[in-house]
């Protein structure tokens, strides 16, 4: 199949567009200037609703487009089974030029269920100048650069032969060997180059406008202080909570330890963040309340205060150097609690919890005590996301789950506080906007 494909010029931060598209059709994302996360994530709802099957992600920050959509796949279904027909394959090239991207699309893109290519392609490019002539022109000469080169690297290596052979290969038959070829270079790329160097991030786009974020962290301090709270643990949204899986409210938690600045009530917050180079790898990071809300996406907050004497026993630990201790710095989005393998930002709380009252870094210990009082969330997933979501979102790894997974929530934290004798309350605190 050769395809015609239609351009479609979109401003940045722009409106998003209401014509209609022929269903259903692969879509190449060309980025190339700054875009906020919401409007980001907006033009990711709309590939999917109108038919997207395959998107494909080049330019700036790439891999957040492939993030966002695989989420509106999600979203599109109340986060339950994809039908097969219905599942959206991503992929980002952010190490890859353009015609390389032109190219695969126009051989290799085949959808889930399909032998072929989809019968339309999408050029969506995210641009300040319309440059329909152009791009057209390049996708086009792009189509020969196979043929045209014996040595050929428009795909991952292993599979430059499908530059003269690709048409007398059977589509199914290609369709199998992508796959296997893609999951053996994501091992590869996960398990030896990422294995020793976070959703738990200070990076990204915030939502809202910095003066907003600091009156947001100006509230939660009021309230910790008019309450005496000297420690608490504080919770933010980083999506949308109508986007979030069932049973889970916030998506990163940290430490807020009071240290007086100046004479004024002043807290230091104490984060686990995943890297953005590498986003399989951890550090401890210790920010300011406003840097802490960056990334929320709901005008709440999860508050749990400790008991005082737990939070005197937080405060000398934290500032001890025993603080870090059980800190793994292989990191997974939905880390297993009940394994060492993998952590998360939630996960490292409980583990620094447990070490503190249970006084003990043997982090086997710990997690084997966990079996007798912990009841940690219960995520449920489609075996398709379970086998695609590790390929298509690096930080999502099962490595750590079986049948069931579970991980760590600001309710697990709670739940463990109680266990201990150790929890005064819990509770979630609107924020209001206040000028």
Partial sequence: MSYSPKYLHLPPNGDIPTEELNQPFACIVIVETDVTADWRYKVSQWLVSKGCLYMMAWGKDCSKWDDDVDMANLEQ???????????????????????????????????????????????LDITPQDRKSEILERYNNAQSLADEREDDTLMQPGLSLFGKTFRAIRFVQV?????????????????????????????GEPLFERELLENYGEQIIDHLTENNVQAAIIS????????????????????????????????????????EENRLISSLVKD?????????????????????????????????????????????????????????????????????????????????????????????????????GPIVGERLIMDDHSEEIFTTTRQTLAQFLESQGALDKAYIMDLESKK
Avoid at 180 to 188: D, K, L, P, Q, V
Avoid at 247 to 269: C, I, M, N, R
Wanted: hydrophobic share 40%; aromatic share 12%.
């Fill in 77 to 123: 279904f109340e986060y339950g089974d994809i039908p097969d027909d219905k599942h959206v394959m991503t992929t980002w090239h952010n190490k890859e030029n353009l015609e390389n991207v032109f190219w695969f699309a126009g051989h290799a893109a085949i959808p889930m269920t399909g032998n072929d290519l989809l019968p339309n392609l999408l050029l």
């Fill in 175 to 203: 369709l199998f060997f992508l796959l296997f070829i893609a999951g053996s270079m994501f091992g590869w790329h996960v398990h030896t180059v990422y294995r020793m160097a976070v959703a738990s991030s200070p990076m």
């Fill in 288 to 388: 300011q309340p406003a840097d802490f809300l960056r990334l929320t996406r709901e005008h709440d907050a999860g508050i749990i205060i400790p008991t005082a004497q737990a939070q005197d026993k937080i405060i000398n630990y934290i500032t001890s150097p025993r603080y870090g201790e059980v800190h793994q710095v292989n990191y997974s989005l939905i880390s297993n609690p009940f394994d060492p393998r993998l952590q998360n930002c939630n996960e490292f709380m409980l583990d620094s919890l447990a070490a503190m009252f249970w006084e003990t870094p043997n982090s086997t210990d710990i997690k084997a005590r966990y079996k007798d009082v912990l009841k940690p969330t219960e995520l449920k997933a489609s075996f398709i996301r379970r086998k695609v």
């Fill in 236 to 275: 933010r949204a980083g999506q949308k909570r109508s986007k979030l899986p069932k049973g889970v409210e916030f998506t990163h938690s940290a430490f807020w330890v009071l240290e007086p600045k100046d004479g004024q009530p002043h807290y230091a917050v104490y984060n686990l963040y995943h890297g």
